[in-house]
């Protein structure tokens, strides 16, 4: 029996994507989640439903249309009318400009930015005529300034900030919220922290539990008063 609602989490793993599955899955809505690599998604899935939530995982291939397609009609056929989706993948390489291939740097806006509008299409031709939903894209520092040996990863995620900014104005009006989030730091997924000798050190990481609550927040805000474009980032973090 299908749930009332789904969320749709594409590039799920350790970090900020496993946390968002937890808090839509907490929420009550059915939560599929998506990554390329399926073993990455099986303790998720396993956490999740020891907390009576229902997850499935749905190994996807982010850069695939086909793929994204499917992930978007199965979760809506199997487990209830689609209510949210977030594009959480990345293309993220760090390398001089000199040293760059031009396979690189598709590759990376492949990852970073065409399997966001795979996926924000497929969501909305299944909102637009519930005149509801929302569509959450994972941005980076790399989407509002280009840096130094940054350049294959700032030309996916300045993209996927484009794209994002595009569908608000588009779908906004006919009920559809959509935002972007820059994630203006690192995250902490256990191994950064194991790494790091101090405790202010580690203030300077982001808390996925914390980045996933503001997902689901923006997710809940009024439409009288919806957030297209938000920063998050660690208290110490200069900018």
């Known amino acids: 029996m299908p749930a009332s609602q789904s969320a749709v989490i594409l590039g799920v793993g350790p970090g900020l994507g496993a946390a968002a599955a937890r808090r839509f899955a907490a929420a009550g809505l059915a939560v599929a989640i998506a990554a390329r690599t399926a073993d990455k998604l099986a303790p998720v899935v396993a956490e999740i439903e020891r907390a009576g939530g229902r997850a499935l995982a749905v190994p996807t291939d982010a850069t695939s249309e086909a793929s994204v397609t499917d992930l978007v009609a199965w979760a809506e056929r199997d ?7 977030v594009y959480n993948a990345s293309g993220r390489v760090v390398k001089s400009l000199l040293d760059l291939s031009g396979a690189e740097v598709e590759d990376a806006w492949r990852r970073a930015c065409l399997g966001g509008f795979f ?12 005149s509801a939903g929302t569509i959450l894209f994972t941005g980076a520092t790399a989407g509002m300034r280009g840096g130094a040996n940054f350049a294959a990863f700032a030309i996916g995620k300045f993209g996927l900030r484009a ?11 006919k009920g559809i919220h959509v935002a972007h989030i820059n994630i203006d730091g690192p995250i902490n997924t256990g191994a950064q922290a194991a790494r790091l000798a101090t405790e202010r050190a580690a203030d300077g990481l982001l808390d996925p539990a914390a980045i996933a609550e503001t997902y689901f927040q923006l997710h809940m805000q009024h439409r009288s008063a919806w957030t297209q474009e938000l920063d998050v980032r660690p208290w110490v973090e200069k900018f």
Do not use: C, D, F, K
């Open 79 to 85: 487990l209830g009318p689609l209510a949210v989706a």
């Open 119 to 130: 996926l924000g299409r497929e969501a909305a031709r299944r909102m637009v005529p519930r």
């Open 163 to 173: 794209l994002a900014q595009s569908m608000a104005r588009e779908l906004g009006p």
